[in-house]
């Protein structure tokens, strides 16, 4: 007998920080597997290409920011109202700045946590009404290695992806009996956009040995093909070149 592999056909999918990277990448492979995604993000331009991308019947965008609670509700509305039901948030977007704690300004260090921690927050506490309405669902929190042991110069950031942890933590075992799976995937460096001219270049010489964006939508779109029976809370992952 074949795995019974879930069939994410007509299953629908808000993703935040969809414009770009991990996110980006994310809404092409689950359309490319049947689902219908719900794009989050502040750039207008960029979800409209989105969208014309991956075709008006597979795909909304939804022009946001996450530190608001009010835009969040307004995604997930819009996947409601547009595609009938919304099954799987995905708490992606993010921002990092690289640099000791003295480095940042206030107003930097408040833009890290309201956007890494409070938007996850504001994201799932959206989206979970319209998913119980639908009999259950995922969400897929995309953390990092950063939230599981820190880095040198990452403090604020790495921060913000240890919260990011502790709150899919205990929602795992505050959702599970609702038919509600939670997942943290954790990846290490990937080649994005991610922090370019925050402690990352164009074409950073490391890229060559870091994850793509395409492998963390990879896992992404492998744990919610999981059979319901089974779940998946934690996946970290790293690219051959990266040391763990
Ligand atoms: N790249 C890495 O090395 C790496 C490693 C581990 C974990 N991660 C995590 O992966 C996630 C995605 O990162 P990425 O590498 O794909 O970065 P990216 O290419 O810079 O994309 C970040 C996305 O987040 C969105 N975003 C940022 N602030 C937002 C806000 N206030 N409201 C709504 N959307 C916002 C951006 O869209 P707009 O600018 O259009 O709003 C963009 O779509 C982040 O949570 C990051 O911490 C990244």
């Known amino acids: 007998m074949p795995y019974p592999t879930r069939d994410l056909t007509g299953s629908v999918v808000a993703i935040t920080g969809a414009t770009a990277g991990i996110g980006a990448a994310a809404a092409s492979q689950l359309v490319e597997a049947g689902a219908k995604v719900v794009l989050g993000g502040r750039r207008e331009e960029r979800l409209q290409e989105a969208v014309a991308r991956l075709g008006a019947d597979n795909a909304l965008g939804v022009t946001m920011d996450v530190r608001s609670p009010a835009d969040c509700r307004r995604l997930v509305d819009a996947a409601v109202s547009t595609f009938g039901r919304l099954d799987t948030i995905v708490p992606n977007a993010g921002i990092g700045l690289y640099g000791d704690i003295l480095d940042h300004s206030d107003a930097e260090i408040e833009r890290m946590m309201h956007t890494n921690y409070d938007g996850t927050v504001w994201a799932i506490r959206a989206a979970l009404p319209a998913m119980l309405d639908a009999g259950g669902g995922d969400v897929v929190i995309v953390s990092s290695v950063a939230g599981l042991r820190g880095g040198g110069d990452e403090a604020v950031y790495a921060g913000t992806k240890f919260a990011q942890l502790g709150l899919a933590g ?34 950073d010489p490391r890229f060559a040995d870091w994850l793509t964006a395409d492998d963390v939508a990879h896992a992404i779109v492998t744990v919610l093909q999981q059979p319901r029976s089974a779940r998946t809370t934690m996946w970290a992952m790293w690219g051959m070149g990266q040391q763990s």
Request: a positive charge; charged letters at 25%; hydrophobic letters at 40%.
């Open 170 to 203: 205990s929602l795992d075992r505050e959702l599970r009996a609702k038919g509600i799976r939670v997942t943290a995937i954790c990846p290490a460096g990937t080649a994005t956009e991610f922090a370019i001219g925050a402690g990352r270049v164009e074409n």
